[in-house]
């Protein structure tokens, strides 16, 4: 069994900043590529950064510069740091993480439940 979980939503006004963070465990071997979505009501669930375990990242072009994100391998986390925060980035967001488990042996995709951010204007 794995378990993704994310912390650090919230209420921030724009301009502000919010780290989220996320840690995924249970029966891994090992992590490939990790990343955060975002839904907004109404809206399909979309892309905003994902990183791979050698350290290479991508960005949707909406938070270019606003965004880093940042993983550890050693205790499986992977972390998104969003400066300038603006009131469209208010959505729901998803960690994700592509997970090579060891109980089944197999590779899959897992999410975390969500964490609201809220930008107020």
């Known amino acids: 069994q794995v378990q993704v979980v994310e912390s650090g939503g919230g209420l921030v006004q724009a301009g502000g900043s919010l780290r989220l963070s996320c840690a995924a465990s249970g029966s891994i071997y090992s992590i490939n590529a990790m990343g955060w979505y975002r839904q907004a009501p109404g809206k399909q669930r979309e892309l905003v950064a994902t990183?791979?375990?050698?350290?290479?990242?991508n960005y949707a072009d909406s938070v270019k510069g606003r965004f880093t994100i940042s993983r550890d391998n050693a205790k499986n986390t992977v972390s998104l740091q969003m400066n300038s925060l603006k009131p469209e980035d208010t959505a729901v967001y998803y960690c994700n993480a592509n997970i090579r488990t060891l109980n089944p042996w197999g590779q899959y995709d897992y999410w975390g439940q969500g964490t609201q951010v809220t930008v107020s204007s």
């Open positions: 990183i791979t375990s050698g350290g290479s990242t």
